[in-house]
T-cell receptor, first 118, second 112 residues
Framework: EAGVTQFPSHSVIEKGQTVTLRCDPI?????LYWYRRVMGKEIKFLLH????????ESGMPNNRFLAERTGGTYSTLKVQPAELEDSGVYFC????????????????FGPGTRLTVL | GDSVTQMEGPVTLSEEAFLTINCTYT??????LFWYVQYPGEGLQLLLK?????DKGSNKGFEATYRKETTSFHLEKGSVQVSDSAVYFC???????????FGAGTRLFVKA
């Protein structure tokens, strides 16, 4: 079974440009998450999709970030325009079942996209 | 809010040394606890997990025990190898929640 895949693995852009990151979750996983690790700090939650719906986007840093999940399959995260502080590693994760009040399922992470904004 | 604190690195050990990476957490409710590992050039991999107090997670010779009384989930391995060199992240997900809360990561270097 294929794992979570992300594209590109590395992107170098200049300040003010636009970048789109893509994540393909594990087939059949309804939950899809985006996280970011900036400057060697902790990995922080950005947002959560259940199928094509945004369940929680409280971690999105500002309106320069736009996430979509077409048809509940792959997801894209667009940064427009990119700023220097957006540099970091963007991780995508997926999990199988919606969380319930008594359960916690396991998230599977992709390899990440390293974004460098010059 | 929920948080995870883990020991700062880097940690440098010789091969076959004993490893401990400390992790403590703050959370309401009854979180599940995880250790993830990121090898050089690769993504995050789940190393082990524990879902309730006194559970022990184990994998590849690594172990961690969920200690509710000390709110800790320390990672241990009896004899590290060069191939264990990586960044290790302690993390939690609270019951019924979906956000994974991560610690800052601890980089481990193992020298031959």
């Amino acid at each position: 079974e294929a794992g979570v895949t992300q594209f590109p693995s590395h992107s170098v852009i200049e300040k003010g440009q636009t970048v789109t990151l893509r994540c393909d979750p594990i087939s059949g996983h309804d939950n899809l998450y985006w996280y970011r690790r900036v400057m060697g700090k902790e990995i922080k939650f950005l947002l959560h999709f259940v199928k094509e719906s945004k369940q929680d986007e409280s971690g999105m840093p500002n309106n320069r970030f736009l996430a979509e999940r077409t048809g509940g399959t792959y997801s894209t995260l667009k940064v427009q325009p990119a700023e220097l502080e957006d540099s970091g590693v963007y991780f995508c994760a997926s999990s199988q079942a919606p969380r319930t009040s008594t359960s916690t399922d396991t998230q599977y992470f992709g390899p990440g996209t390293r974004l460098t904004v010059l | 809010g929920d948080s995870v604190t883990q020991m700062e690195g880097p940690v440098t050990l010789s091969e076959e040394a004993f490893l401990t990476i400390n992790c403590t957490y703050t959370a309401t409710g009854y979180p599940s606890l995880f250790w993830y590992v990121q090898y050089p050039g690769e993504g995050l991999q789940l190393l082990l997990k524990a879902t309730k107090a006194d559970d022990k997670g184990s994998n590849k010779g690594f172990e961690a025990t969920y200690r509710k009384e000390t709110t800790s989930f320390h990672l241990e391995k009896g004899s590290v190898q060069v191939s264990d060199s990586a960044v290790y992240f302690c993390a939690l997900v609270n019951t019924g929640g979906f956000k994974t809360i991560f610690g800052a990561g601890t980089r481990l270097f193992v020298k031959a």
